[in-house]
T-cell receptor, first 111, second 112 residues
Framework: QQKVQQSPESLIVPEGGMASLNCTSS?????YFWWYRQHSGKSPKMLM?????GEKEEGRFTVHLNKASLHTSLHIRDSQPSDSALYLC???????????FGKGTQLIIQP | DMKVTQMPRYLIKRMGENVLLECGQD?????MYWYRQDPGLGLQLIYI???????SEGDIPKGYRVSRKKREHFSLILDSAKTNQTSVYFC???????????FGPGTRLTVL
């Protein structure tokens, strides 16, 4: 069964700084990743997805994917207090009918 | 506006009682999911439903069962609830089997 590891478990970043979150799958057949954001007391909401090797940017958020190393990372520049949340990484492997979620990275942006 | 609803939002039950959690979606999505979320454990998949009366076990199905008699409605049933089933339960739906998942607001269940 695929495992998805996220690091760090928690991260404190000053307002305006760069936050970098990591996610690695244990399955060599991983084909794409999703990033979800969950504010305290709320439900997860999809933030970004990435299917191809390389980089994808949406506003202040950039996602990298390296399929060879089974690794994706999420970078948030000019971090805002509203970015404080639990960030969940989910991975899909070829032929699977489900996603596997990691345990998440708790991000705190300090004003 | 695409929406997933869950009822009830909060529930307190005694050990051994039966529990029914309900989920609805207005997007005509074929695929629906039930997860539980516990601190430090992330989202754990309980059951998947591919469509009406087409359900599959997730990673932690023991102690749970599901029912889907209409595409827009998916129920999670706990027969004789246990204290270790205290958790936050999320329902989700997706258009494609492994597409973006839309989550409901969650049900916080406490089993005493």
């Amino acid at each position: 069964q695929q495992k998805v590891q996220q690091s760090p478990e928690s991260l404190i970043v000053p307002e305006g700084g760069m936050a970098s979150l990591n996610c690695t799958s244990s399955d060599r057949n991983v084909d794409y990743f999703w990033w979800y954001r969950q504010h305290s007391g709320k439900s997860p909401k999809m933030l970004m997805s990435i299917f191809s090797n390389g980089e994808k940017e949406e506003g202040r958020f950039t996602v990298h994917l390296n399929k060879a190393s089974l690794h994706t990372s999420l970078h948030i520049r000019d971090s805002q207090p509203s970015d404080s949340a639990l960030y969940l990484c989910a991975a899909h492997t070829e032929g699977a009918d489900r996603l596997t979620f990691g345990k998440g990275t708790q991000l705190i942006i300090q004003p | 506006d695409m929406k997933v609803t869950q009822m009830p939002r909060y529930l307190i039950k005694r050990m051994g009682e039966n529990v029914l959690l309900e989920c609805g979606q207005d997007m005509s999505h074929e695929t629906m999911y039930w997860y539980r979320q516990d601190p430090g454990l992330g989202l754990q998949l309980i059951y998947i439903s591919y469509d009406v009366d087409s359900n599959s076990e997730g990673d932690i199905p023991k102690g749970y069962r599901v029912s889907r008699k209409k595409r827009e409605h998916f129920s999670l049933i706990l027969d004789s609830a246990k204290t270790n089933q205290t958790s936050v339960y999320f329902c989700a739906s997706s258009l494609l089997r492994v597409g973006e998942q839309y989550f409901g607001p969650g049900t916080r269940l406490t089993v005493l």
